[in-house]
C-alpha cells in the first residue's frame, strides 16, 4: 500500500522492491482493505454520474476520511497513467474501450487494487456464465444446499422456443431474463411465461429460468472482501398449479430489486423470514470470491419454499447499488480497523 503522509507523493512509478509492495497489496486485498489511521489510502473512482451520487454521499466521504481514505475523480478523458497515483481503482463502467485501459493499467501498475478486473466483471454481466460457479460448490457440512435454477439460454430464433423448452425438460412458468446485464435499464426487464406457446413471443438473447416458489422473500448478500451482510426483501409471490392452469401469456415484471421493499422488519411466516445458515453464506461468498475473483458482489438467493435448507442462486451482481450502506457499516466498527 502506497503512504502518502510525510513522503513526498511519488508518480506512478513500480516500486523498486516488488516483494515488499506485493506483501502490502496482500494486507489490502485479503483485509477488510481499511488502513491505518496514519495512512492514507486513495481511491480513484470511475463511475457514471447517477453512480457516483447514489454511492459517494457525504457521510460515506466523511467516514472513510475520517480513516484516511480520500475518493478523487477520474476523469475519462485523460490518459489514466498521468492520473493518480491511487492504490485502488474502484470502478462500474461498461464497454469494450474501458475494459482495455483498465487491462493495461493493470499490467503497467501491478502494485494498484483494481476492484474489479474487468474480466471477472465480464464473467457477471452474462446471465449465461454468471452462475456456472454456484453449481461447482460444494457444500456439505455447511446446513443447507445451495443450486441454481433450471435454465436454458436462447441466443435467437423466438419461434423454437417452446420446442427447446421441452426439449431441455424445463418446467412453467419460468421467467425470462435478457442473457446481457450491461447496467442499462432493459437488461433488468424480466417476464414471466405461464404456458409454452407464448415463449414464442420473447425477445432472444436470454436466459429461461424455471419459477422458483419461495414465498416471496429475497435474500440480498453483500459480499465486500470478507465481510457479508444479508438483508431480506419483498419478491415475486409463489405461484400455484391453479393460477398456471388458468394464466397464459407472457407478462413483464417490474424491476423487483429496484423496487422491492426491505422485508427485514415484516411480520414474516418465519420458516420463510429466517436469514440462510450464517456457516453456509460464508463458505458460499468465500467460494464465489474465490472463483469469480472478485471482491464486490451481491447474490441473489431464494429459499424453495416449503423447505428448511435448500437455497438456490438466482442472480450476481457486481458492486451493486445500496452497496455504499454496507460500507458505512464497516467504516463504523473500530474493532476491524
Ligand atoms: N428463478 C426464479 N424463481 C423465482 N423468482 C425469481 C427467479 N428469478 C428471478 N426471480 C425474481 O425476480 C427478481 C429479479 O430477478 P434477478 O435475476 O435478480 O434479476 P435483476 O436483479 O437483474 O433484475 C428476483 O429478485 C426475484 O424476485
Ligand atoms: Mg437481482
Redesign the pocket.
Known amino acids: 500500500m502506497r503512504l502518502i503522509g510525510g513522503e513526498e507523493h511519488k508518480s506512478n512509478e513500480q516500486p523498486e522492491n516488488e516483494n515488499e509492495s506485493n506483501n502490502e497489496q496482500e494486507e489490502f486485498t485479503l483485509g477488510l482493505g481499511l488502513p491505518h489511521q496514519s495512512t492514507r489510502l486513495v481511491v480513484g473512482y470511475a463511475l457514471t454520474s447517477k453512480k457516483t451520487k447514489s454511492f459517494l454521499q457525504p457521510k460515506l466521504e466523511n467516514l472513510a476520511r475520517n480513516k484516511g481514505i480520500v475518493f478523487v475523480a477520474i476523469d475519462q478523458s485523460r490518459p489514466l497513467s498521468d492520473q493518480g497515483p491511487f492504490d485502488v481503482i474502484l470502478h462500474k463502467l461498461f464497454g469494450k474501450q474501458w475494459r482495455q485501459i483498465l487491462e493495461d493499467y493493470r499490467e503497467k501498475y501491478p502494485e494498484v487494487t483494481v476492484l474489479d478486473p474487468p474480466s471477472a466483471i465480464k464473467h457477471v454481466s452474462n446471465?449465461q456464465s454468471m452462475l456456472q460457479d454456484v453449481t461447482n460448490i460444494n457444500l456439505c457440512d455447511c446446513h443447507g444446499k445451495v443450486g441454481v435454477?433450471k435454465?436454458l439460454v436462447i441466443t435467437e430464433d423466438p419461434l423454437s422456443i417452446p420446442d427447446a423448452v421441452t426439449e431441455a425438460g424445463l418446467v412453467l412458468p419460468l421467467?425470462s431474463?435478457p442473457l446481457i446485464?450491461d447496467g442499462s435499464a432493459k437488461?433488468?426487464l424480466?417476464s414471466l411465461a405461464y404456458d409454452q406457446l407464448s415463449l414464442s413471443k420473447l425477445d432472444p438473447p436470454l436466459v429461461l429460468?424455471?419459477?422458483?416458489?419461495?414465498g416471496g422473500v429475497?435474500f440480498k448478500v453483500y459480499i465486500v472482501g470478507e465481510a457479508i451482510k444479508v438483508v431480506r426483501?419483498f419478491?415475486?409471490p409463489d405461484i400455484n398449479k391453479l393460477e398456471l392452469l388458468n394464466n397464459a401469456g407472457v407478462f413483464r415484471?417490474p424491476?423487483?430489486?429496484?423496487a422491492?421493499a426491505s422485508a427485514d422488519d415484516a411480520d414474516l411466516d418465519p420458516s420463510v423470514a429466517e436469514l440462510p445458515p450464517r456457516p453456509l453464506l460464508e463458505k458460499l461468498s468465500r467460494e464465489l470470491r474465490q472463483r469469480l475473483g472478485l471482491q464486490l458482489f451481491n447474490i441473489?438467493m431464494?429459499r424453495e419454499h416449503g423447505t428448511r435448507d435448500h437455497f438456490?442462486v438466482?442472480?450476481i451482481?457486481y458492486f451493486p447499488g445500496k452497496w455504499n450502506f454496507f460500507l458505512i457499516d464497516i467504516l463504523n466498527i473500530p474493532q476491524q480497523l
Open positions: 446471465r435454477p435454465q421467467v431474463k446485464v437488461s433488468h424480466l429460468q424455471e419459477f422458483v416458489n419461495h429475497v426483501r419478491s415475486l415484471f424491476r423487483v430489486s429496484c422491492a441473489d431464494i438456490y438466482i442472480d451482481n
